[in-house]
């Protein structure tokens, strides 16, 4: 698991608070302590901690009571919120040029993974319909040309090389010429990593920068390095001036120190990370995913915003009221599966939520979770709606049956009319009883998941 120590000792954190009513100075200090513990040994650098834990801190105190929302809850939100301002919030995206070829400079130290970057991401913009152009320009090392045709031709992009006894400028230079004549869209030009910084090093880039005049210049940096990689960030954007960094190796067990140290440290943005060895595994630096990874929580947060976007506000407080007084019915259960329905197939939602499909006991605490920060009650009741219940409720008839369906009793007490809907839906009555029963069961489930009374009663099915 990506960053799985980091989570685990934020969870340190929330567990402290658990049974507290409210977040206070004092109650905090000691889930602050765990927060700053796990953050230093992710290898975040040290003054980027202190702010942080500074501001989740203030804020933590500032919140104060909100109804129906547990402080532990509260401090992952706030510590969510904090991570993902820390990444750089917004993802940043690639920059294009106004005339073709855009060109990209790739700078970084040897073994970081800045010739596989090189060829991921060609592919990666070849897949975006835009032609791209590969230059080989780590003249030092044979191997690294031999590697970057290599690699240039399974991904389908031609290489511009020259061998090792031209100077990286002059390469880069012939190599422009030869994307302007070919009129490819993108020019990606690798160039010589060293095993550390030296001056030749920056001087030599300089050049190539010069000749080149390149849109992004971006700094390879292995994630593996944590702090380190941001210190090198901040160094090759002294030096020369850089756009970004890419960060390679995220797959492997790095703390992420680098990750979250990066943006804060150097003012520049991560804008794409590598998670693996193949060449599709580039992708955009997304802020707000990364920080749910991080609080282990997949996109949970993400997903309770989604949901909160296609639900209407009244319709909310209304299957509230509904669900503490047990009243749910079956139009209710049909407004919020087409609200779930709005929001993308079910096995996607449910892929979002980390530990899904194993028992009820992580289904509810999801629910729990989820409904405890109040304003999303609604997307629990949604969520469970579907967990609880059968698949379709299309097939079952209770488009048609108006009584029925704001009367689910009546089909409880009456065989006869659960017959009748089974005729109707062309199901058996067992699947109309079943559903039925459900729809009883949900009511009490969700009541007590609302943290309302105990108890409601599941009526048996009378014959
Ligand atoms: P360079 O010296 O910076 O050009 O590094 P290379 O591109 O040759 O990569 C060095 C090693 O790291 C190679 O074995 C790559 O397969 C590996 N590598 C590169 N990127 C990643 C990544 O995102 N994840 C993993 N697991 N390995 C990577």
């Not at 609080?295 to 909160?308: H, N, P, R, W, Y």
Request: charged content about 25%.
């Amino acid at each position: 698991e990506m960053f799985g120590q980091l989570t685990s000792g934020l969870e340190n954190a929330w567990n402290k608070l658990k049974g507290e009513e409210v977040l206070t100075k004092e109650n905090i200090v000691e889930p602050m302590k765990d927060i700053r513990r796990a953050l230093l040994e992710a290898d975040v650098s040290l003054p980027v901690v202190r702010r942080f834990v500074q501001s989740v801190s203030e804020e933590a105190v500032g919140v104060g009571l909100i109804r129906g929302v547990k402080p532990d809850q509260q401090l992952v939100k706030i510590v969510r919120d904090e991570l993902v301002k820390l990444m750089g919030g917004e993802v940043s995206e690639l920059v294009f040029g106004k005339s073709s070829p855009t060109v990209i400079l790739l700078a970084g130290l040897q073994g970081v993974g800045k010739t596989t970057v090189c060829a991921k991401l060609a592919n990666y913009l070849k897949k975006q319909g835009k032609s791209c152009m590969l230059v080989a320009g780590d003249v030092y090392r044979p191997a690294a040309i031999d590697q970057l045709v290599i690699l240039g031709e399974q991904v389908g992009v031609p290489v511009y090389a020259e061998g090792t006894d031209v100077k990286p400028s002059e390469i880069a230079r012939k190599g422009l010429q030869e994307a302007k004549r070919q009129n490819v869209d993108v020019l990606i030009v690798d160039t010589a990593g060293r095993l550390q910084i030296d001056k030749g090093m920056m001087d030599e880039l300089k050049d190539v920068k010069k000749v080149l005049n390149p849109t992004e210049v971006l700094l390879v940096v292995d994630a593996m390095t944590g702090q380190e990689a941001a210190a090198l960030v901040t160094t090759f954007n002294v030096e020369i001036g850089i756009t970004g960094a890419i960060l390679t190796k995220l797959d492997g067990d790095s703390r992420g120190g680098a990750a979250l140290s990066v943006k804060e440290v150097s003012g520049k943005p991560i804008k794409l990370v590598g998670r693996g060895e193949r060449m599709d595994d580039l992708e955009p630096f997304y802020p707000d995913r990364m920080a749910g990874r991080i609080l282990g929580m997949g996109d949970v947060l993400s997903f309770v915003e989604k949901a909160q976007e296609v639900m209407r506000q009244e319709d909310a407080e209304d299957l509230q009221k509904k669900i503490m007084s047990a009243k749910f019915d079956f139009n209710d259960f049909l407004k919020q599966t087409r609200a779930v329905a709005r929001m993308g197939s079910m096995t996607r939602v449910l892929g979002m939520i980390p530990g899904m499909g194993k028992v009820w006991g992580t289904r509810f605490r999801f629910c729990g979770y989820v409904i405890a920060t109040e304003k999303y009650g609604l997307c629990a009741a949604s969520v469970s709606v579907r967990l609880l219940t059968l698949e379709a409720s299309n097939g079952y008839g209770i488009h048609n049956q108006t009584e029925e369906r704001e009367k689910p009793e009546l089909l409880a007490e009456s065989a006869v009319r659960r017959k009748r809907i089974a005729q109707e839906s062309g199901k058996t009555e067992q699947q109309v009883s079943q559903l039925v029963a459900q729809l009883f069961q949900m009511r009490v489930r969700m009541k007590n998941l609302m943290g309302a009374m105990e108890g409601g009663s599941i009526p048996a099915l009378s014959n």
